[in-house]
């Protein structure tokens, strides 16, 4: 079903979109779930809706996100923020004094989750969104033989990546709101704490704070805008590959490496700028099911990746590791010469073991 049909079908039972500047399609949760999923919109439902499978569409499986903000700590380029769209880092803002000096304050900011894949999925058996607000604002998970609810399970996680009990602020995101006769879903949109939402503009750009009365979006990031590896400058390659740590072993980081919304200056005028020092990132582990275009585009050449970052791939023969399916193999079999071990081609006929002619048959 396309997205203007699921809007259609939504609307007729009652249910509001606000999309927001950030919405896209969610490429990474998309190709994770099997179904096409989408941020960046706040949906509001009549407290009868039932849930179903169409709704997976809206209701983020990331749920219940928390971004915090804290006085700087040591960074621990090992640290598990979360498989996806996550991160914590080093930062900084500075301002400028009456008589021209510059003031840096630094912080440490975390953006992470807990795994919520089969409670996401239970909400689409048949509950109401009002029993989906119960199950998410009741469920306790353990932790170190302590149970919290969840929201105090994803507030804890940050804290112990801050390594700090004492954030200056936290928001929250992906999360299910009761409002008076409806609920909302703020997917990917962050309601302001104390008049201010801190926006994530893209994982090499780092944050802004912005002044608002009203919820926003809580990211900037663009759908599928990423940066070209091979055309960076020696000292961008550094900042890329070397101030950006993620677990996985993987070249390929469909989050690291994405580029803001396009129009996004025009989004953050009169902001304070956190800029990212030094961050580790999600490794978005989906490479295995990504377009061959973005693979490509997102794996640099041997010459372009500085000699202290190790991958679990051989970068230096320009290898390209990738899922053997058949549609690969049928769209390279006319490259069939140049891909075989010599002993395997004999002029214009394959020298093949007896028993894999044998799948010919």
Not at 92 to 102: E, N, S
Not at 110 to 136: C, H, N, R
Not at 203 to 221: M, R, W
Not at 339 to 350: P, R
């Amino acid at each position: 079903m396309s997205l203007p049909q699921i809007l259609e079908q939504l609307k007729s039972k009652g249910v509001k979109f606000d999309v927001k500047a950030n919405f896209a399609k969610d490429i990474e949760q998309s190709l994770k779930h099997s179904v096409d999923i989408y941020k960046g919109v706040t949906v509001t439902l009549p407290t009868d809706y039932v849930l179903t499978e169409v709704d997976k569409s809206w209701l983020h499986p990331d749920l219940i996100k928390t971004r915090a903000v804290y006085t700087r700590s040591a960074l621990d380029q090992q640290a598990n923020v979360g498989d996806f769209s996550s991160l914590v880092g080093s930062y900084y803002t500075h301002k400028v004094d009456d008589i021209g000096a510059i003031k840096k304050e630094e912080f440490t900011v975390v953006d992470t989750g807990v795994p919520l894949d089969k409670i996401w999925s239970e909400l689409f058996e048949g509950m109401t969104v009002k029993q989906a607000y119960t199950k998410l604002a009741l469920t306790k998970l353990e932790n170190n033989g302590v149970k919290k609810s969840i929201i105090n399970t994803s507030i804890d996680k940050a804290n112990f990546l801050a390594k700090s009990n004492s954030p200056k602020s936290t928001y929250h995101y992906n999360m299910l709101y009761k409002a008076s006769g409806s609920y909302l879903f703020y997917n990917h949109v962050m309601k302001p704490v104390n008049g201010k939402v801190l926006v994530h503009v893209s994982p090499l750009i780092g944050f802004v704070e912005q002044k608002t009365a009203s919820e926003i979006h809580s990211d900037l990031l663009s759908e599928k805008d990423f940066l070209n590896v091979n055309k960076l400058k020696e000292e961008q390659r550094n900042r890329a590959y070397s101030d950006c740590y993620w677990t996985g072993g993987n070249v390929v980081n469909t989050f690291t490496m994405r580029k803001p919304v396009p129009n996004y200056k025009n989004l953050i005028k009169n902001s304070v700028v956190y800029r990212m020092e030094k961050g580790v990132f999600s490794p978005n582990p989906i490479v295995d099911k990504l377009p061959v275009d973005i693979i490509l585009f997102l794996t640099p050449e041997a010459k372009n990746i500085p000699a202290n970052r190790n991958f679990e791939q051989d970068l230096s023969k320009n290898v390209i590791k990738m899922k053997a399916n058949v549609d690969t193999l049928q769209k390279l079999t006319k490259y069939y010469k140049s891909m075989f071990k010599e002993h395997l081609i004999e002029g214009d006929n394959l020298l093949l073991p007896r028993d894999i002619v044998q799948h010919l048959v």
